[in-house]
């Protein structure tokens, strides 16, 4: 079979299109790259949805975890404490028993123990909880001049929120949260080891390059193929963040304007 015939028939695989059987022997390195990289759309999608969802939740929990009323002020601190107190792979087993339960109550919870939903859910209050307590930290770090001028404009209430506090807020946070976002794509991969089941047995790009090490005894070509795919998506993730930063900060002078600096996250 041709590397292209292979790419033809394995490269929408994860999302049911083409061959149903995986290769059974042979397993050329057109097959690695073609299978894990199909399997890849998953990790984007969980990382790129819980992303874009959690950002709004996490904001939330930031201008929460910031009031003054107790009843506002205690939900958002007990939200983050949880989530970031608690190991990931912890809440995917605690969230799919938690949709077992919910299933024998209604069949309508019968969709939330798919991986696609149920994992996807938790990532996205996980990110949330994290990028909440970053947004938090930049929420106190806002200089109190710049709210002194919303004021002596005659800003108030949304207004001054949405044009003076929360830009500021973005602008301060964005470094730290551009690591975030990096450490979530990079979580995706535990959807593999969860309880969650993967749709119709189509899973993500781990579960690929866990097909190929245990059918040729030998995870020195799968894996490392797998962490050159998530190389490629966080150059990708660096690039996009990076033009939103330059964007935040264009009203600065060049010499002031914060870069994004990569840091690995070693324990979390």
């Given amino acids: 079979m041709s590397c292209l015939q292979t790419v033809q028939d394995y490269a929408l695989r994860s999302l049911g299109y083409g061959e ?43 201008l929460g975890k910031g009031a003054r009323n107790p009843l506002i002020r205690k939900p958002s601190e007990w939200f ?11 809440q995917f087993f605690f969230a799919y028993f938690l949709f077992l339960s919910l299933k024998s109550v209604s069949p309508v919870f019968d969709v939330f123990t798919s991986a696609w939903l149920g994992a996807l859910i938790v990532l996205f209050l996980n990110t949330a909880a994290y990028s909440g307590e970053i947004f938090y930290g930049a929420l106190r770090s806002i200089p109190k001049g710049d709210v002194e001028a919303a004021d002596a404009y005659g800003f108030s209430g949304l ?88 964007r935040l900060n264009r009203h600065l002078p060049q010499e002031a304007r914060r870069g994004l600096k990569l840091r690995l996250n070693l324990i979390r």
């Fill in 20 to 62: 149903r059987l995986l290769p059974r022997e042979g397993y050329t390195l057109c097959e690695h790259f073609t299978l894990i990289g199909s399997g890849m759309i998953w990790n984007v999608y969980f990382g790129a949805i819980a992303l874009a969802t959690g950002f709004f939740l996490a904001t939330l929990v930031a």
């Fill in 80 to 90: 983050i404490f949880v989530f970031r107190g608690s190991p990931l792979f912890i």
């Fill in 159 to 246: 207004r001054r929120f949405r044009r003076i506090i929360w830009p500021t807020m973005l602008r301060l946070a964005w470094p730290a949260y551009t690591n975030e976002a990096i450490f979530l794509f990079h979580s995706t991969t535990l959807v593999f080891f969860s309880g969650f089941p993967a749709w119709q047995q189509r899973g993500d790009a781990l579960y690929y390059a866990n097909y190929f090490a245990d059918k040729t005894f030998n995870p020195f070509v799968p894996y490392p193929i797998l962490a050159g795919y998530f190389i490629l998506l966080t150059l990708v993730i660096i690039g996009i963040f990076g033009a939103v930063n330059r």
